[in-house]
């Protein structure tokens, strides 16, 4: 029986310091006590999020969140941009056609990035209300160009929203809500907060919080306007998950501490180390292009012959690693190891070390000790000067 | 510096056994570890709500759970009945509005019931796609007769759906799903099962799964049929709130100990206790029907000069204890004690004992001693034999 070691791309492990504050007794969720908090967590958020936007809090998951994006801006029949590129951007543009949005859809492969040349021509057919874009795209382990993206979007249509869903992105890989020009951002706690889940968070620009006041999808649970409301009196609307208050307060406490070069330098290094190890074991991964590598998530082919659902089974069984397995089509041939938030070297060498001998268990022709040898050469390279996507 | 002691109708204060559940380590949601956690919340659910019904939970307040039951079974256009006695039922009526029935509404007086015959009078201009009802109006602190109007419903309209907010009220007050046939009944973690917030869950008869399928109002966070497919495999279809999901299947585990009649039993002690207490002081309260008195919550008017937010203020600077404020136009007239959930016959004592003091202080004519003594009266009696609204 071994401790479990979750390397899944959220929930994310989640650090002793943070797990006991999940514990503290409960409190008036209308009172100062509650809203001292909330404040805490707003702060915060604003500075991972690099944004004076506000920053609103919902009980949710992060699909939740992605929802509230979306009902709060749009209206029916508005035309909609989505840059697809992978399940859960895809999810993001069915979310907007279900609420009625006529959405035009951009698709990569799998495994690539968005194509600034297709977006471009994609843009062409506008205008569009919004655009719908996914930072780190967690079913294919690829990180989107956000920054060029948004600014060719905001350059062709300068009255487009730009809706970042960057639940599991930011705070793995640099985001920049205002200087990018974003209008609202969503992310959730269990991702890099590692946090528990139960809270979705949006970063609102001035340009958002107008669409609110003239969007008509009907909206109640996920309404912003009363979100804004409550949150100047330092509440919400309805009953808050507050315990996740406590816990993602502590958390933010931490990332302030570690820093935000600190934070995206590790999960940069964290890529590297296992994409080179990976690498000198023979393996292929899913995403070639090394800027198109998320900071979160590795996805990875297995040796032929090696199924990917018998590999992640050893793993757990015999190491207490828990692994993801593909989503979508891919849910057959790849498997994927989360890195992100509360992860270090050590994780990686160790689900190296692990990965070598199950596949070598498994007749795969692995050398044991490449891997592990392939992370460590690859941290003995001069860090990157700046850690820019 | 005092503990605090929370007396408000939610979230109720959580046993430390129940917290410490809280703290557990993250797990995959996509793993038979979290199936079998959920499959205890689900047939612990089923014993409290009494019934086969499917028990679907959602990471989200109670609110999010009631906007879930409306969109799930209704498309706009539809006509509704909404029973009204205070700020919750007002809300589920304005939610229905907001997502396109036509709502008709039947509103009592505040700290009245539903009057069976302006029920039956409202029935007669049907038929209506679904009935909107509150089994605790916790704004008021009255406890509706669902059995009996779900009765009336039925007789009258066999086809319409019986939508019933039991928020604060399952767990605290008689409510039998499948024998009163109520169709969709919606229930949050923070109230009787003295659970932090962060889950709702909804009991769905197969009546409400027939209008699932045929429902047009737009969903998806809520949407039950994904609900439904990923419970099928031990599953929820967004990242749930793990933690609230640990601590709820240890309360449940809690609360079969005690029973159901000894739960149901305790609550209405309680409240029996505390209405003759605040009486025996000359208090004045404003459900005045023994029969509609919430077993969840009790909301009283204080002495002549005595302004509640000033007696709720020193009752926590002094004692800890947290009281709950009016709610809409209710506001400036009356406090609410909670006696939901986790909470004895000791915390009733010391609140009024408490509160005895505060009022004589703010210069009332009370006499200490008079409310203890009330309430330890009303216990010598014999306990009514049944339990039943």
Redesign the interface.
Known sequence: MHD?R?M?P?????PDEV??E??????????PMFSAILADCRKGAQWLYRTSHDVIFM??????GL?AALVNVLSPGDRVLSLVSGVFGKRFA??AQ???AEVHRVETRAGEAYDPARVAEALEAGPFKAVLMTHNETSTAVLNPIEQVAAMVRARWPEALILVDAVSGLGSAPLETDAWGLDVVVS?S?KAFSV???LAMLAVSPRAWQAVGEAR??????DLGKARDFDAKGQT????????FYALAKALERMQAEGLEGILGRHLELTTGLRSGLRALGMELLVKDEAAASRAVTAVFPPAGVAPSDFRKRMQAQYGI?L??GQGALTDSIFRVGHLGHCSRVDILGCLAALESVLVELGAPVEPGRGVAGAQLAWQQPRPAAVGA
């Not at 999940?22 to 009172?31: D, E, G, L």
């Not at 609307?237 to 996740?244: D, E, M, N, Y």
């Open positions: 479990i979750l899944i959220g929930p994310t492990p989640v797990l006991r999940m514990a503290r007794p409960m409190i008036n969720h209308r009172s009980t949710a998951s992060g699909t939740g929802e069915d979310m279900v609420f009625g959730g269990q528990p889940p139960g999808c009907p909206r109640f649970y996920f609307p309805w009953t808050p998950a507050i315990s996740v828990v993801a397995g």
